[in-house]
């Protein structure tokens, strides 16, 4: 598989304040690779360079084979395009209907018609399970439903690379459950790839072909593998963030 995300010697802060340092990983088209860790490890950090929010301090980010660091503002454009962004708070316009939500990017970024904008917004509810809530306001759905609305809008004007921070944050764990099915389902029946910020151990185990575990103390990458391989593993800090999550035993 191709590689649509490179990531080389990424240093991340604020002020004087070094947050990442010395990142290296790779993403390869089609992965849905979640990003985990700790409070104050750099979950959030790294997303908002990824996403084009931030400079790095230095290192290099590569979208689909092009130069997000330092790119002319046309440049940025062209690699912007080719991402969507689910925002931990869904970002949903409250005064817009579902349906207006979905068609905003497509209208302001799109060469589309009227028509043809509103047939691929109903498309993009209907992928989530939403077509009937088209004209429904966010303040009108539930919590699981604002982050599906959420997740169609960042697939409108379907990006190579679909980013999403928390998206479980906040539901309950039988529509967190919904929620992991739906984002796995979506990664591979659109074939997106997926970076996914989440310290939710069941989403990690049902959507993740691989994790990236960040670590406070090193300011950087403390494993990246597969969910099954991170739980196994020798390395105590891994252990401890992953049995710190499961329930314990009832006594006998």
Known sequence: MSTVIEVRHLCCGWGSRTILEDVNFSVARGEVVTILGGSGCGKSTLLKHLIGLYPPRSGSIQVVGNELVGADSKGREAILRKIGVMYQSGALFGSMSILDNITLPLTSFSQLDAKAIDTLARLKLRLVGLEEFADFYPNELSGGMQKRAAIARAMALDPQILFLDEPSAGLDPITSAELDRLIRR???TQGV???VVTHELASIAAIADRAIMLDKSIKGILAIDTPAALAQ???????????AQRPARAAV
Not at 233 to 243: E, G, K, L, Y
């Open 186 to 188: 979506l990664a591979e």
């Open 233 to 243: 593993s020798s390395d105590a800090r891994v252990a401890s963030f992953f049995n």
């Open 193 to 195: 790839t997926m970076m």
